[in-house]
Structure formats: C-alpha cells, structure tokens
C-alpha cells in the first residue's frame, strides 16, 4: 500500500522497520497480557540510537529534526507495537534542547544519547486543575540553593522506566500574576534522588497496557540548578514539548491507522462467507476506503506541521489540527478494522482490540478532541474564548 509519507527518510523508515521486525506482534501481545513494560524493544531502539534522534550531534545525538522523529513513531505503530512506551522522551528532549541552558544539556543529553539516563516522564497534569493548566497547585518554592515542591500529580507516565521526569509546577502565586500562563516554571526532577524522599508514586491500572501513575510531593527539595530557562516562563517552555508532543501522536496515530487498514483489507480478502469473500461487498469496503482517505489527510497535515516545527515556526494550529485528525482517522480505521474481523476482532491473537484500545487513547489524551476544536475557535477563527 502506497501512502503519502512513503518516500520521506526512506532510510530511517527501512531501518526501523527492520529493527520492529525483530518485535512481531506476538511479543507486544506477551507484554500487553503480562502488563509489562517492552523493555528488550525500548532498549533495542535506544541502542540503534533511535531514541536520541533529537539530541544534536555535539551532545553524541543523531541531530535529527521532528519530521524523522515522527517517522520512526510512525514505523513503531504500524509494525504493532506502541510508542506510547517510549514517546515521552522524543518530546521531552525538545524542551531540554530548546530551553535548557549549556550546562543542562552538557550535564544531560550525552548520558541520554548513550542509553544511560531515560528522559521520558513529564509532569503537568494534576487532578484539580484537568485541562485547566494554568490552575495548578502543585508549587514549588525556592529555599537557598534548594526549590521545595509540594501537591499531587495524576496521569504522570513512564515513571518506573525513567530517571529524569520535566516538572511544571507554580512558583508565583496565580493571583499575583497579570497572566494566569506566568508564575509557572519547569524543572528536570532526578526520580533517582526523589522517589522515597519527598515524592512517592502510586501506579494507576488503566484500560491500555501503559505505566502512568499518581504523583504525591511533600517538601521535595531539588536543586536550585534544575530550574529550566526563566522563572516564571514555564508554560511557554512546555508548550515547545506539547506541539511536539501532539504531532509526535499524529504520527503514531497514523501508523495505526495504516495497520488497521492493512490488517481489514487482508482479512476481508480472505474471509469467505456467503461463498465470497467479505471484502467484495461495498458495505465492507466503504468503510475500509473511507478510513484510507482520512488517514491520507490527517497524514498531509502531519507533515505540514513536521516542516513548521522544524523551521521553528508557530505551529500550534497545524500540531492540534494534524493530532485531532490522525487521531480521529485512526479510531474510525480501528472501528472498521474490529467490525469486519467479526468475533475474531475480540480474539487477543488478533491484536485488533488490543491495537483498538491503544488508539482510543488519543481521542483524550495527552489533549481531548473537544480542547482542539476550541484551541482553533479561538486562536486560529478568532471565536469569542469560551473558558
Ligand atoms: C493513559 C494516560 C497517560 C497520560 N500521560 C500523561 C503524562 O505523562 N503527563 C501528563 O501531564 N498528563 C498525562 N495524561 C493526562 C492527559 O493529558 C489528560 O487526561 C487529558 O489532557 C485530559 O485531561 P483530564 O483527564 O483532566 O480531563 P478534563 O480536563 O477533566 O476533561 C474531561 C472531559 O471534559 C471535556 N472538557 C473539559 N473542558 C471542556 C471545555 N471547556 N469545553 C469542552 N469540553 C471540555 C474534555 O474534552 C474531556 O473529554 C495521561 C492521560 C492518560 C489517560
């Protein structure tokens, strides 16, 4: 199946797609039953060096741009398996390459590169405030040469398969701030030094086979040196790791779809019943083809918002536009790939309704649909805000 992004980093692409071989689904579908993590996969990827692809090449990375990073996303899904494992760390290092300051990166982007350190955690959202960003209450007070972090986390992910986690907490008060987006700073927090020592993680069992967790901090004292960038200017800082982030998921989202739709179209070809096969009837088809398309275009805007990323232009339109519609596309693929495998869509041998419940989780997370339909209202038709 030709598809749009084909003939971009056909080296990358070939490459990973040889490395995911070595991961059919049988082993993803092993990880998912034991609700373990892919560690042999993750490890794989980071030894090829895959998951330094954004670590500029004077920090022992590869010195890619976002366009390849989500190619190799892409590959992930599409061979079976789920980025979600490791995803965290390709957009966290934009934050960290783009914000943080020379001894930062020194201090960590080589020992990441070399598969040392994990960078894959990042933590923003908290139960009281949901969407709400800005209405945080996880603070963090500077004392000395210390910052002192207290409040609670929820959906905090790979924590148990990280080192370092990007924090987001409050360090001005939000009614002593002309904007509720200032007072807001980020932090690299050492889950090795803070994990029993102010912050302690509770696991959250969840619908998809995914390591996120609960959060709790109480006078956690990090280094007055982990502060990332300015003061204040937090949320601007992570914004740069949340457009990645989104258009990183369309990526992985239209791998999915492109898997699901070569999973139906191969299935609906074979399957015989009413002494044809089941692909021949149009009320099979439609849905198949429709899906196809979807995914084609979601895939377009994907690469618009590659190219705008990796100019370092505003591209927050395009990273919610290119994610709300990869995302869509690849549930409707989803859902025409589980309906025309029958009964057998429900079977885990299948892997459908596990590559199902996987895709699913991008219709909320890490923004809902609903948030993206107002993100464009407002910033890009100039609607009235509606929160
Ligand atoms: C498996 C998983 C992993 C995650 N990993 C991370 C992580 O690593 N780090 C992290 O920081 N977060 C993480 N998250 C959190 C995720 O980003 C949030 O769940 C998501 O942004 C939605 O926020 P919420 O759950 O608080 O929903 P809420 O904000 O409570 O919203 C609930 C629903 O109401 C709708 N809604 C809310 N306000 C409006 C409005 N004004 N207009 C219309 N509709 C509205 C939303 O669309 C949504 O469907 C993860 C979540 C999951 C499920």
């Not at 190799?72 to 398996?81: D, L, V, W």
Request: proline share 4%; glycine share 10%.
């Amino acid at each position: 199946m030709q598809t749009v992004g084909d003939e971009a980093h056909p080296e990358i692409r070939a490459a990973v797609r040889a490395l995911c071989a070595g991961f059919p689904p049988e082993y993803h579908r092993r990880v998912d039953a034991g609700r373990a993590y892919p560690e042999a996969f993750v490890e794989a990827l980071t030894r090829a060096g895959w998951m330094a692809a954004l670590i500029p090449e004077q920090y022992g990375g590869a010195g890619l741009g976002l366009a390849e990073a989500s190619v190799i996303m892409e590959e992930i899904n599409r061979s079976g398996g789920n980025s979600g494992a490791c995803h965290g760390q390709m957009y966290n290092m934009t934050t960290l390459v783009r914000h943080g300051s020379e001894d930062q990166r020194r201090r960590y982007l080589p020992a990441i590169a070399a598969g040392e350190l994990r960078l894959q955690s990042m933590g923003v959202t908290e139960p009281g405030a949901g969407t709400d960003t800005t209405r945080i209450r996880t603070t963090a007070i500077r004392r000395g040469d210390r910052w002192v972090i207290n409040g609670q986390k929820v959906w905090i992910s790979r924590i148990q398969h990280s080192d370092l986690m990007i924090l987001l907490a409050r360090t001005t008060p939000l009614d002593q701030v002309a904007k509720k987006s200032e007072g807001l700073s980020i932090f690299i927090v050492d889950l090795r030094d803070a994990i029993g020592r102010g912050l302690s993680v509770r696991p959250i069992a969840n619908m998809v086979n995914h390591e996120t967790n609960e959060l709790f901090f109480d006078e956690l004292e990090i280094p007055a040196e982990n502060l990332i960038g300015e003061e204040g200017q937090g949320f601007r800082y992570i914004l740069t790791g949340l457009n990645a982030e989104r258009v990183l998921i369309a990526a992985e989202c239209i791998g999915d779809g492109y898997w699901f739709i070569d999973k139906v179209s191969a299935y609906a070809s074979e399957r015989q019943v009413f002494g044809r096969p089941i692909g021949q009837n149009q009320g099979v088809q439609f849905p198949i083809a429709e899906s196809f398309i979807e995914v084609e275009a979601a895939n377009l805007m994907r690469w618009e918002a590659c190219r705008l990323y990796d100019a370092g232009r505003p591209c927050g339109a395009q990273a919610n536009m290119a994610k709300y519609l990869a995302a869509k596309a690849s549930w409707e693929a989803a859902n025409a790939c589980i309906q025309f495998h029958g009964g057998f869509g429900f079977a885990a041998e299948y892997d459908v309704e596990r590559k199902f419940r996987e895709t699913r989780l991008y219709q909320v997370a890490p923004i809902s649909t609903n948030l993206i339909l107002a993100y464009v209202a407002e910033h890009v038709l100039g609607l009235p805000r509606s929160f």
